[in-house]
């Protein structure tokens, strides 16, 4: 293990960051401050933090419409996508996407998406680019289980894979697909055994322990940025959310989420920090009291943010 | 002035972007090695290279999507779509991907790219390989949209495509590539968003684009000269952004309007076209605004099947006559 003290607290930081800014929004959306469709990524905050802190500014991320985790976890302001969730003009698009939309091109984001699978290609050609201009920079796919059935995920894969792009498709199976369970729409055991239709590898690891994510995707980073071609890596997680905020997945198996919450990746890290890591109590508080003030202040920043013109309606259409 | 193929001006236009900036880089089906189903793309891949000239597999919606995330990391993608037809393969990273981008991220991304892609009838090609489907394209936010009918434009609309950052699809016809035209040898741009004047004329205005604007010019010179009836021909060459100033005051001038495209009549940019001249300009005109175009058929495969299905200078002539004074039933 060779991570340092910095760096297991920054893994810490960021999931308890991910996970209180969903559970906010969650309750601010049941009052009504946030209009449309909300998918909350509680739970899976391991695979985001585990790969995204390994990721430079010039490292893009393709996303989904459950993108909230993803865009934190690889540096979006939190006001700004608080304030974008509640249309307001301050957001990071203005309030012309919400929250399947949020992006930060600065920062290597480019997008939530809100068709299944669109970012996979999407990545592969920002991987493109990187390989034409020697940059040594990689792109990471985020797509759920689900989109290991579109066309987007074949086609994607297989001209990542003629090409030998610098990309990390990160396939997060969180066991639903909208309202489908895993065993419904996948007609094999593992999403990673398809890397071997394309000529890759496809790697596992355990998605709710925020290191296992990050020593697999380490090695799947190196390996793309080394030249060699993409990685296919399949991180097993839990949606304890329903697909949208609102659901009332009458499709899941009662005392399931009970049971998940027993096995919570954010809380079992800390335990683990402070068991095994010597990392003290008051430590944790400690950012967990930032993570507040820093949840508290977006939240502050969105309500107090004017809502956009009617003006600019029109405008952004074309540069 | 130099003669050239409309292919030519095309292949020309892309060699020249590419030596003049090495971000633009070209992608798509059998582009590179075999120099592209229709020879348009011939000579490039030797030139610049297999990764500025990218051959791809069968995978219309990746080839897009890459298009989508290249452009948005810096690079200028030219890719192709084989057949327009197959812009049900790929529908999803045009519309809801290229187009919206810049809008959701309220002009943080950039898209400067391009899709070439090439419809229309008159080969035989059959119901899928036959299509006008620029409508569809016109519908959507976001793209800008062009339709080059002779060398000239084809050359200075693509540098213009490839200069622009917004995403451009840009929609070549097969039965033109073997037009020959004037190009000159020295550097010009054809700006997107301008029609073009092709014949000034007094009594009717004929708007058209594509392989019809060829027929509209037959159709204008056999109305002069058999009837006295003079014609303004106007080539549109761009659907998105639409010179809408052009065709108003053409039809300010003539009081009327015939609207022509091989594209199937009903949910045509002819309705669009009509629509909008009877808003804007509805005091001026003397007759009902008639759309020539195909019938709500798929494009048939033999001769005279496709020969019938076509619009032609004959039913140009005859949309013409329908609404100059005398005619049956129109007004004096």
């Known amino acids: ?319 | 002035m130099p003669v050239i193929r409309y292919s030519k001006a095309i292949n020309d236009a892309l060699r020249e972007e590419m030596r003049r900036d090495e971000r633009v880089i070209l992608a798509g089906e059998d582009i590179g090695a075999p120099g592209g189903s229709f020879g348009v793309t011939r000579g490039l891949q030797q030139e610049f290279g297999e990764w500025r000239v990218i051959d791809t597999p069968i995978s219309e919606s990746a080839i897009i999507g890459m298009a989508v995330g290249a452009a948005a990391t810096g690079l200028r993608p030219v890719v192709e779509i084989m057949f327009m037809d197959f812009l049900g393969v790929c529908f999803d990273q045009i519309l809801n991907q290229a187009a919206k981008m810049g809008y959701m991220t309220a002009g943080a991304m950039r898209l400067p790219l391009v899709i070439r892609m090439q419809g229309g009838a008159g080969f035989s090609a059959g119901p899928q390989h036959s299509q006008s489907l620029e409508a569809m394209l016109m519908h959507i936010p976001g793209i800008k949209v062009v339709m080059p009918s002779n060398p000239y434009d084809a050359k200075g609309l693509l540098k213009s495509a490839i200069r622009d950052d917004n995403p451009v699809v840009f929609v070549e016809h097969k039965m033109l590539y073997g037009m020959k035209g004037e190009v000159p040898d020295e550097e010009y741009l054809v700006p997107i968003g301008k029609a073009a004047v092709l014949r000034e004329g007094t009594d009717c205005t004929i708007v058209a684009l594509g392989q019809m604007v060829h027929e509209a010019a037959k159709a204008a010179q056999r109305l002069e000269e058999d009837e006295g009836i003079r014609c303004e021909v106007i080539d549109l060459r761009s659907i998105t952004p639409l010179d809408t100033e052009t065709i108003l005051a053409s039809v300010r001038k003539t009081g009327r309007l015939v609207v022509v495209h091989e594209a199937v009549r009903t949910g045509g940019i002819g309705g669009e076209i009509a629509a909008l001249v009877q808003e804007e300009a509805f005091w001026y005109l003397d007759a009902p605004i008639m759309r020539v175009a195909a019938p709500f058929t798929p494009v048939p495969f033999s001769k005279p099947l496709e020969r019938a299905y076509l619009p032609n200078a004959d039913a140009i002539c005859r949309a013409v006559r329908q609404i100059m004074p005398g005619a049956a039933g129109s007004r004096p």
């Open chain 1, 1 to 319: 293990m060779d991570l340092d003290r910095a760096q297991l607290m920054r893994l810490y930081r960021t999931m308890r960051l991910i996970r209180r800014f969903e559970e906010t929004v969650s309750g601010l959306f049941a009052e009504g401050h946030i209009p449309g469709f909300l998918h909350l990524y509680i739970g899976q905050e391991a695979v985001a933090a585990g790969i995204c802190t390994q990721l430079d500014r010039e490292d893009t991320i393709t996303s989904t419409h459950r993108g909230h985790g993803h865009c934190i976890a690889k540096g979006a302001d939190v006001r700004r996508m608080m304030a974008e969730l509640f249309g307001k003009s301050t957001g990071c698009c203005r309030g012309k996407g919400g929250s399947m939309h949020v992006a930060d091109v600065s920062l290597g984001i480019l997008g939530a998406n809100g068709i299944v699978g669109a970012g996979i290609p999407i990545a592969v050609g920002a991987a493109l680019t990187a390989k034409i201009r020697g940059t040594g920079k990689i792109a990471v796919a985020f797509f759920g289980e689900g989109a290991a059935g579109t066309g987007y995920f074949h086609e994607g894969l297989n001209l990542a894979a003629v090409l030998k792009l610098p990309v990390v498709f990160v396939c997060e199976s969180n066991q639903y697909a909208e309202f489908t369970p895993r065993s419904r729409h996948l007609p094999v055991e593992t999403v990673a055994s398809r890397a071997s239709a394309y000529g890759f590898p496809g790697m596992t690891a355990d998605g709710n322990d925020v290191l296992a994510v990050y020593y697999a995707f380490r090695e799947a980073a190196a390996r793309a940025r080394g030249g060699e071609g993409p990685v296919l890596l399949e991180c097993f997680t839990r949606r304890w959310s329903g697909h949208y905020e609102g659901d009332p997945q009458r499709y899941r198996p009662a005392g399931e989420v009970e049971e998940w919450r027993k096995d919570d990746p954010v809380a079992s890290f800390a335990v683990r920090l402070r068991e095994r890591h010597g990392i003290a109590a008051e430590e944790i508080e400690a950012v967990d009291s930032d993570v507040e003030r820093e949840i508290a202040e977006a939240v502050r920043f969105a309500k107090e943010s004017p809502l956009p013109d009617p003006s600019e309606l029109l405008e952004h259409v074309y540069v």
